[in-house]
């Protein structure tokens, strides 16, 4: 495994997990302490409020605050187990009750005889827990084992055996995922990963920090599962932090997040199937996207696991609709078949994600899922062309069967004779350069220089 730096601890968190010593009423039947006797160097004995000595169990004194004896002799800085559970006397022997942090300086490995998840020891260099670990103690006294535990802020933390989980995006509790922050509160909404890499030593020391990706947890904390999810009003997508190439020159994931399993990652700036996901990880909606020159993005989900990039070597503009990329806005629109050269029109609403083109006897209209080769027709006439990538064609002249159609810089096509200049040069446009005909009263001339 390999070496975790682990984040420092602030005021903040330590005045949060600040503990105190819990008084508890007495209780009819409690052994009560009347007298102390004793030191330091060699301890210190009791007897009740009627003189007899106390010798073994759990004593409280006149202010509430409760020993354990053993052999005649308080017990202090111990972990003992009681009826099933485990309890520490403080190092003035006094049970103690809410948070308390032991550091790697400490016997607490070897007194409470625990492991963590991986079946290492409790404090290493290649375990979360090399500098310290922190416990919490129930008014009664008694530890958190692997349970769900709830401060007074409504923040939830985790404990795995006797020791709060923390510094982790994945971790597996009853079969769902969750994360921890370095101060162990579960995480909740959207939490972005990043990872430090220092590298040389002295003066030439330099440290990088790269973003590696964004995770989501649910209100409960669950984390957001592989593939799409809906969250609010919007659809975003993730797949598995094992699928992504991170960073091979670090593998993976460091400060200050590790994980005990794989995690989820939104994706952003990238196609799954024909649907694109922006550069914030949600789905389009419907309507012309334009981006700019070298706009950078990956062209599919495996572009992405890779960290592929594509970068655009000229503005394009491409139509969405509900998120997919379509052949322009779907109504009024007319399909051009390179292998017949015909044209067809399109008639309903396109069936989605599709390959494969159904027409009736190549005369009627075309239905089509993944519909490109397209040209739309807006309310006052213009014409617009859509290529096979679903982008608009715009300063350009394009070959259909023979007939050369140009675009101008708006991305209207010429449907009147006479010279135009195009992307700067001019052409001819006359019906003796041929035509395609979109409607009795509607035909694109063909162009000449």
């Known amino acids: ?26 209780a009819s039947g409690d ?3 009347g007298a102390w006797q004793g030191n330091d160097d060699d301890g210190w004995t009791a007897t009740d409020i009627n003189g007899n000595a106390i010798k073994r169990g759990w004593a409280i004194s006149d202010s509430g605050v409760w020993y354990y004896f053993s052999n005649g002799y308080m017990v202090a800085d111990e972990f003992i187990n009681y009826k099933g559970d485990t309890y520490y006397l403080g190092e003035e022997g006094a049970m103690h009750t809410g948070w308390i942090e032991f550091d790697s300086d400490s016997d607490v490995d070897t007194a409470l005889n625990q492991t ?16 310290s670990v922190w416990m919490y103690f129930n008014p009664n006294g008694s530890a958190v084992t692997d349970d769900w535990f709830e401060d007074n802020s409504g923040l939830w933390y985790y404990f795995d055996d006797y020791f709060m989980i923390c510094d982790t995006y994945a971790t597996k509790i009853n079969n769902k995922i969750y994360g921890f ?9 959207w939490v972005q990963l990043k990872n430090t890499v220092s590298e040389g030593e002295g003066p030439a020391a330099s440290t990088t920090t790269k973003d590696i990706g964004w995770v989501y947890y649910a209100n409960s904390g669950e984390m957001a599962s592989n593939g799409w999810n809906k969250l609010g009003n919007e659809w975003t997508y993730f797949v598995s932090s094992d ?16 994980s005990s399993v794989a995690g989820s990652f939104m994706v952003s700036d990238t196609y799954v199937d024909d649907y694109f996901i922006d550069c914030d990880g949600f789905l389009v909606g419907s309507g012309e996207i334009t981006f700019a020159k070298n706009y950078t993005f990956y062209a599919s989900l495996d572009d992405f696991k890779a960290g592929n990039t594509t970068k655009l070597s000229s503005s394009k503009t491409i139509y969405f609709e509900d998120g997919i990329r379509t052949a322009g806005p779907q109504n009024n629109s007319y399909y051009f078949d390179p292998e017949v050269d015909t044209i067809y029109e399109i008639e309903g609403s396109l069936d989605r994600l599709q390959n494969i083109y159904n027409t009736v006897q190549k005369t009627a209209s075309y239905k089509a899922e993944k519909l490109f080769n397209t040209f739309y027709v807006d309310e006052e006439n213009n014409v617009f062309y859509y290529d096979l990538d679903g982008n608009i064609v715009k300063n350009d002249v394009v070959d259909f069967g023979g007939v050369m159609v140009a675009f101008n810089s708006s991305g209207k096509a010429v449907t009147t004779e006479g010279k135009t200049k195009i992307g700067g040069t001019y052409y001819n446009f006359s019906e003796d350069n041929g035509y395609i005909k979109i409607s009795d009263d509607l035909i694109i001339y063909g162009a000449t220089k």
């Open 1 to 26: 495994m390999r070496k975790f730096n682990k984040i420092a601890i602030t005021l903040a968190a330590a005045a949060m997990f600040a503990f105190g010593l819990t008084s508890t009423a007495m």
């Open 31 to 33: 052994t009560v302490i």
């Open 181 to 189: 922050s370095g101060h162990g509160n579960m995480h909740v909404g």
């Open 116 to 131: 963590t998840i991986d079946g290492q020891n409790v404090f290493g260099e290649d375990t979360p827990y090399e500098d």
């Open 243 to 258: 699928s992504v190439d991170i960073d091979p020159e670090t593998d993976g994931i460091q400060t200050p997040y590790i």
